[in-house]
């Protein structure tokens, strides 16, 4: 028997009756929805004209465009699909991007025309009145959680690996002669120290459990709290390759670490009996990792080496730096011996701590043991970069480089695409005081940084145009400019004026490498039209520059890496392929290739008999990543000889020399291999007194760090003015949430709630990793909330770590159905990883809209129509019921 729907079909009819000729009957499917421009029925406007139209101008959505051919095809619809041609526009761009032969300038303009497409997108979305779904920019989820975070409070502090093997065992770090004191504060008024020395334990074995014994004996009899102990670490997988195999080994011998377990009223801190200098050097190695090591010059201190890789004579400890830095570009000790960092972070920042834009800089702080106590990210909407750093005697640190986009709150961006000259200032805490913007019509940036006897700020850098209340000389020009900060009182917001600018140069290409004040005397060093050059200028009380003499070293085919004042004479450092700099006597003869450069000048800069030039270097290539000079010594790392004809990814040694500022001569010397045989140290700084027994013990010269500062401004790449809004699911006006410089994790709680009517619930939870961070709920998960970034610039989302979205259910029983694009404003065309990751992010966001669409569709896609069917029609099915007939036997 063949059923009549089947020959229906054959004919593109469907009914759902047997009865083909009485008077009711089921008509052919009409459309329940009107085509949507995905079809295959549609025709496709070409990609190479969408590209054409959006490089011209022409806005990505046009509702107006949008043609329904369903006459009661709902607004939903047209909103819909004019958002679905605005995401195959953006496609378009994104696969124009990635063809071959594209030239840098469209590929600029590409890129442009995205940035601007995705936040029409996103304005439009955040605008849509939907019947039936709801489409959000960013996530659809029931719940939300910041990746940013506060670290909680850390009375328990554990070392690196002390010891390996049986627990029973005599520990190597305990042999010799050990000698420190533990300081421990109750109150600013009650402390107690204790020496602690093991050759009290006389002939008994130094193990783990003896001299933790031999401490908290006499930590008890003090009547304090604090305890030593062990710890063992979990072990470390490692693997060797085999051939193609990738093979695992065993598990080593156990590893051991002290462990201090310290309470809330005490402070703890280290203090050792004999010290001497120590020098951290920051260096990448293979993969782009990045690591820091410290060393001795003196023999002072000792490595356990424990876990240790590539260690050389005279390192003291190397320390892992944390994933998002890209680069470290300067150090600097501070007065409490803390070591202070200043790292460009990749567009994922550091873990806990996002960032709003594609780049970012970082303040890390270190404690003498290697443990990273603070960081500190600028905040900076777009793309920024740390060039320079100082620390005044009490404890103010400096940072200064350029940035792109905003920055500061409630300042309009000229040209969010060209660099401005900055400059932040921190408390010893690493809590911002204040920050300056400077820039040019053209392209600038700060490249040093000095703090004034005073308490002035100086900054110095190049720029290819006028500064502001200066006049540009030509080209690519040095300037240096004065700033001043003050409050009416503790704690009111800092006012920060412009006492002066400077700029000077040649009409070449000129800019200042490095800088240094001592008293009224300011010192600048740089290239100016591939000659270096030396400037001595004179600072009046008002911070106000006068150049005052000028010392030209000749042709420098190379680069200046410092200046600093020491012993009464000026010292200049860099790196040069010139073997007769005129710079005075050669102490030690250039070794060919490019080598590193130290020179002594007479403080006025003249030429005299006790000016000495030395170079440091072999045959090949020899870089001065960054030179410090402290106590007399001259410290200097770099990549040491490397040949002529030397791949990226070819082997390189890193090195660090000492020399003796007042003759020249090299005293102390070392390389060493990296890592897959990369190491390339970037910065060096001194620490003085920095190294000791505490070293191989893996504990601090000085207070145990137990909290860091609560602040979001501190805390995260927040700043003061970030905000995003939150809107009800159901509709109605979005309300503000903006980050002010007092809160913290709990008072932006309350504000979330507080913007939601209620509709969320937000609660700080502590995670495994002891970081605090922001759990959102729904109160009610059938009327949840939306959260909406804010603008360019100012979004706080992007800060906390959250995706802008919908916080609720997102399907089910009396639910509206919510589906989000996901499209984040971390997307980007700069390179072809990025464009692969927009390309497809925009494929998912337009399948998004597509499922949107189908979840309006009705029910039933049949549509019943009673009533006398057309003559037509009867006449047809007249015809097929025969011809059944005449197939079935039946007539």
Do not use: C
């Not at 009865?19 to 949507?36: H, N």
């Not at 922001?774 to 610039?793: K, T, Y």
């Amino acid at each position: 028997m063949i059923n009549n729907s089947y020959l229906l079909g054959l004919y593109g009819v469907s009914s759902d009756t047997t009865s083909l000729l009485g008077q009711t009957v089921a008509t052919p499917r009409r459309a329940a929805q009107p085509t949507p421009p995905w079809s295959t029925t549609v025709t496709a406007t070409p990609a190479s004209d969408l590209v054409r139209a959006a490089l011209g101008g022409r806005r990505l959505i046009d509702e107006s465009a949008v043609r329904l051919d369903l006459s009661d095809g709902s607004d939903t619809y047209r909103q819909l699909f004019s958002l679905y041609q605005g995401l195959e526009t953006l496609s378009a761009l994104t696969n124009r991007s990635r063809e071959t032969g594209v030239a840098a300038t469209e590929q600029a303009l590409l890129q442009k025309r995205f940035d601007s497409g995705l936040q029409e997108i996103s304005t439009y979305v955040a605008g849509l009145d939907l019947e039936g779904v709801r489409l959000v920019g960013g996530t659809a989820a029931a719940t939300a959680k910041t990746s940013a975070g506060v670290a909680r409070d850390r009375p328990t502090f554990t070392t690196a690996p002390v010891h390996e093997g049986a627990v029973e065992t005599p520990v190597a770090a305990f042999q010799g002669d050990v000698v420190f004191d533990i300081t421990v504060a109750r109150t600013a008024s009650t402390t107690q120290t204790l020496r602690i020395d093991l050759s009290e334990l006389g002939g008994q074995p130094r193990t783990l459990d003896a001299v933790t014994g031999l401490i908290n004996d006499k930590l008890e009899a003090a009547g304090l709290e604090t305890r030593f102990g062990r710890e063992q670490l979990p072990s470390e997988t490692r693997t060797v390759q085999v051939g193609t195999r990738t093979v695992t080994l065993p598990d080593g011998p156990d590893r051991w670490a002290l462990k201090i377990q310290g309470t809330s009223v005490e402070t703890v801190s280290f203090a050792p009996a004999t010290s001497a200098d120590a020098v951290y050097v920051a260096q990448a190695g293979a993969n782009g990792a990045q690591q820091l090591l410290k060393f001795s010059a003196d023999g002072v201190g000792g490595s356990s080496r424990i876990g240790e890789t590539q260690w050389v004579d005279g390192r003291l400890s190397q320390t892992a730096l944390p994933e998002g830095v890209a680069a470290v570009r300067a150090s600097a000790v501070g007065p409490d011996g803390s070591l202070w960092l200043v790292a460009d972070l990749n567009a994922e920042g550091l873990t806990g701590q996002p960032i709003k834009g594609e780049s970012d800089v970082a303040l890390l702080k270190y404690d003498a043991s290697g443990r990273l106590v603070a960081s500190r990210a600028l905040g900076a909407a777009s793309e920024a970069s740390g060039f320079a750093i100082a620390v005044a005697a009490d404890g103010k640190v400096a940072v200064a480089g350029s940035v792109t986009g905003a920055l500061e709150p409630g300042r309009t961006v000229t040209d969010a695409a060209v660099s401005d000259s900055f400059v932040t200032v921190y408390d010893s805490a690493g809590v911002e005081l204040w920050t300056q913007r400077r820039g040019a019509r053209a392209a600038d940036e700060a490249t040093a940084v000095a703090f004034a006897d005073d308490g002035a700020v100086l900054v110095s850098g190049r720029a290819a145009s006028a500064m502001p209340g200066a006049a540009g000389v030509g080209g690519w020009d040095g300037y240096v400019e004065s700033f001043r900060a003050s409050q009416l009182y503790p704690g009111a917001p800092y006012t920060v004026r412009v006492e002066a600018t400077r700029q000077f140069g040649t009409t070449g290409e000129d800019g200042v490498a490095a800088m240094t004040v001592v008293g009224s005397d300011l010192y600048t060093a740089g290239v100016e039209s591939g000659r270096a050059v030396i400037r001595r200028f004179t600072l009046n009380a008002q911070g106000r520059p006068t150049l005052q003499s000028t010392r030209d070293l000749g042709v420098l085919s190379g680069e200046i890496a410092t200046i600093a004042v020491d012993g009464g004479r000026v010292i200049v450092s860099g790196a040069s392929r010139n073997a007769a700099l005129q710079a005075g006597s050669v102490v030690n003869a250039h070794a060919g290739g490019t080598d590193a450069f130290v020179a002594s000048l007479s403080t006025d800069l003249a030429a005299s008999a006790s000016d000495w030039v030395s170079y440091y270097g072999g045959a090949g290539e020899d870089t001065a990543a960054d030179v410090k000079v402290s106590g007399g010594k001259v410290y200097v790392t770099g990549v040491s000889n490397r040949p002529f004809d030397a791949e990226d990814e070819d082997p390189t040694r890193g090195y660090l020399a000492r020399m003796d500022a007042a003759s020249g001569a090299v005293d102390w010397a070392r390389t060493w291999s990296g890592d897959g045989d990369q190491a390339s140290p970037a910065t060096l700084a001194v620490a003085s007194g920095g190294a000791s027994v505490l070293d191989r013990l893996g504990l601090p010269n000085g207070v145990v760090a137990q909290s860091d500062s609560r602040l979001l401004t501190a805390a995260t790449s927040l700043r003061v003015g970030d905000r995003f809004t939150v809107s009800l699911g159901d509709g109605g006006r979005a309300r503000t949430v903006t980050v002010d410089g007092r809160d913290t994790l709990q008072s932006l709680a309350r504000k979330i709630e507080q913007a939601s009517q209620r509709r969320l619930i937000v609660t700080v939870a502590t995670g495994t990793d002891g970081v605090q961070r922001l759990n959102i709920r729904p109160r009610d998960p059938e009327q949840g909330a939306v959260l909406n970034s804010g603008e360019a610039g100012r979004d706080a989302l992007a800060g906390l770590g959250l995706s802008p979205g919908y916080i609720g259910a997102t399907s089910g029983d009396d639910v509206t159905q919510t589906f989000g694009l996901n499209l984040g404003s971390g997307l980007s065309l700069k390179d072809e990883e990025a464009r692969r990751a927009a390309g497809e992010a925009i494929l998912k966001a337009m399948s998004q809209v597509r499922a949107a669409y189908r979840a309006l569709a009705p029910q039933s896609e049949t549509q019943r129509i009673t009533g006398q069917a057309p003559a037509y029609l009867t006449a047809q099915l007249a015809n097929y019921q025969a011809a059944l007939s005449r197939l079935t036997g039946g007539g």
